[in-house]
């Protein structure tokens, strides 16, 4: 699966239509399949659930795949049905639950903003620290000649 959301690009629609077609015609049980989900999620997202799992360690794994879907972009419905959710409320008690130990108010933005901008910031941090690298790299290799 992992493969699947490098090949998938910045395409969400191929990677769901893709997602989907694994969940329904693979032989994977439902509990197998959540077990992608924080790879594709970290690997999509510029390590987003490292870094929640080190930030926030009372999150529970529940909690870190459900930021894995919503960071993947799926649908409450897909997010209630891979959780063995039937109650058309529960996706949203859940979601405020993490916002709570997240310890997002509730006049703050959605959850899935917040989400957004932790990878955006993790990938400029990425790109920084690239740079870094490359231009000590450069030095360190002029001074030795």
């Known amino acids: 699966m992992t493969e699947t959301a490098a090949l998938s690009g910045d395409n ?10 694994y ?19 970290n ?16 999150l529970t794994e529940d909690d870190l795949t459900f930021c894995s879907l919503l960071c993947l972009g799926f649908a409450p419905n897909s997010i209630q049905m891979l959780f063995g959710q039937s109650h058309p409320t529960s996706f949203y008690n859940r979601r405020a639950r993490l916002r709570r130990r997240l310890g997002i108010t509730e006049g703050d933005r959605a959850l899935e ?3 957004s901008e932790m990878s ?3 990938s400029e ?13 450069g030095f360190l290799t002029s001074t030795r000649n």
């Not at 969940?23 to 197998?32: A, H, K, L, V």
């Not at 941090?125 to 790299?137: C, I, L, M």
């Open 12 to 21: 969400p629609a191929l990677l769901m239509r893709k997602f989907h077609n």
């Open 23 to 41: 969940i329904f015609t693979g032989t994977e049980s439902r509990q197998s399949v959540i077990r992608h989900i924080q790879p594709m999620a």
């Open 43 to 58: 690997f999509k997202c510029n390590g987003i659930i490292d870094f929640l799992r080190e930030t926030c360690p009372k």
């Open 113 to 115: 903003i917040v989400l």
């Open 120 to 122: 955006e910031m993790l």
């Open 125 to 137: 941090r990425k790109t920084t620290e690239r740079g870094r690298e490359s231009s000590t790299g």
